[in-house]
């Protein structure tokens, strides 16, 4: 079975710092799929970023970016220029290729950006 | 308007009550699931289903069921709710595996379920 491990529950910047949350995770699979999911406080799950396990190359979407370490089963999420509206539970999840298609997430980190 | 959407929003209700939620999806996918949100814990799947007739448990399927009522619609049950089934519960749906999209999971608004 797959597990999903979040090691920081809390976290907390400065407005327009860069920030950067910690994965782990454990499989025996070759072939998956990574995900960063937020939770701001409207509760709403909201997909940030995948990364494909094949692909070598870290997933980068606007100020978001991973540092993907597939030898070490680490999957790391920065926040660059971080803002206000990035409060929120994030949530790293990992979905193994083909299959059920079932996320498994970590416990999640809570993220707070202050002014 | 919402692709997935989940009634009720929120609930209160009492230790032995039958209590339905309903999850609707205007995103013509196949698949759908039911997750579950604890503090400390994240989200666990309770059920998923591949279609009408296929219907599997996830990882903590006891004390709850389902039904797929169509392909749109996919609600859960507690049969008789006790107070640590108190969560919020997800649904999201996905595309059958195999085509373009296929590891992405599309969430519902969630539900806020409190049973005193």
Redesign the interface.
């Known amino acids: 079975a797959q597990t999903?491990t979040?090691s920081q529950?809390e976290m907390s910047v400065q407005e327009a710092e860069t920030v950067t949350l910690s994965c782990t995770y454990d499989t025996s699979e070759n072939n998956y799929?990574l995900f960063w999911y937020k939770q701001p406080p409207?509760?709403?799950?909201i997909?940030v970023i995948?990364q494909?396990a094949y692909k070598q190359q870290n997933a980068t979407e606007n100020r978001f970016s991973v540092n993907f370490q597939k030898a070490a089963k680490s999957f790391s999420l920065k926040i660059s220029d971080s803002q206000l509206g990035d409060t929120a539970m994030d949530?790293c999840?990992f979905?193994k290729?083909?299959?059920?298609?079932?996320?498994?997430?970590?416990?999640?980190t809570r993220l707070t950006i202050n002014p | 308007d919402a692709d997935v959407t989940q009634t009720p929003r929120n609930r209160i209700t009492k230790t032995g009550k039958r209590i339905m939620l309903e999850c609707s999806q205007t995103k013509g996918h196949d698949r759908m699931y039911w997750y579950r949100q604890d503090p400390g814990l994240g989200l666990r799947l309770i059920y998923y289903s591949f279609d009408v007739k296929d219907i599997n448990k996830g990882e903590i399927s006891d004390g709850y069921s389902v039904s797929r009522q169509a392909q749109a619609k996919f609600s859960l049950s507690l049969e008789s709710a006790i107070p640590n089934q108190t969560a919020l519960y997800f649904c999201a749906t996905s595309v059958a595996a195999g085509g373009p999209g296929t590891d992405t999971q599309y969430f519902g608004p969630g539900t806020r379920l409190t049973v005193l």
């Open positions: 999903v979040q529950p799929y409207s509760r709403q799950m997909l995948r494909e949530f999840a979905m290729h083909g299959g059920a298609q079932k996320l498994v997430f970590g416990q999640g």
